[in-house]
């Protein structure tokens, strides 16, 4: 089964730091572009941040400064690095990946199941 596995979520002061990680795992030939996504109580979901495989990134402008994407392509994975973060951030945190099957030819986007970051004092 490929999915992808998020962890690192967690309650923290603001101010703090977290570090998300997600993992792509399966029968998995490639990953290309990956990427986290956040849903607020309320909102809708919104990009946080991507990187496609050659590491070029995107990110939100409410993050731009604070959070920092990578991957690592040896073990298909990919990380967010979230710094001096603000109660705005709370939300759950999705990850995002475009994933090409051993039984494929064609790239498919697969989301996680999310993991909750709460930033409250």
């Known amino acids: 089964q490929v999915q992808l596995l998020e962890s690192g979520g967690g309650l923290v002061q603001p101010g703090g730091s977290l570090r998300l990680s997600c993992a792509a795992s399966?029968?998995?030939?490639?990953?290309?572009?990956m990427g986290w996504y956040r849903q607020a109580p309320g909102k809708q979901r919104e990009l946080v941040a991507t990187?496609?495989?050659?590491?070029?990134?995107n990110y939100a402008d409410s993050v731009k400064g604070r959070f920092a994407i990578s991957r690592d392509n040896a073990e298909n994975t990919v990380y967010l690095q979230m710094n001096s973060l603000k109660p705005e951030d709370t939300a759950v945190y999705y990850c995002?990946?475009?994933?090409?099957?051993?039984?494929?030819?064609?790239?498919?986007?697969?989301w996680g199941q999310g993991t909750q970051v709460t930033v409250s004092s």
């Open positions: 990187i496609t495989r050659a590491g070029s990134t």
């Open positions: 399966g029968s998995i030939r490639s990953v290309g572009a």
């Open positions: 995002n990946g475009d994933l090409l099957i051993r039984a494929s030819i064609r790239y498919a986007n697969y």
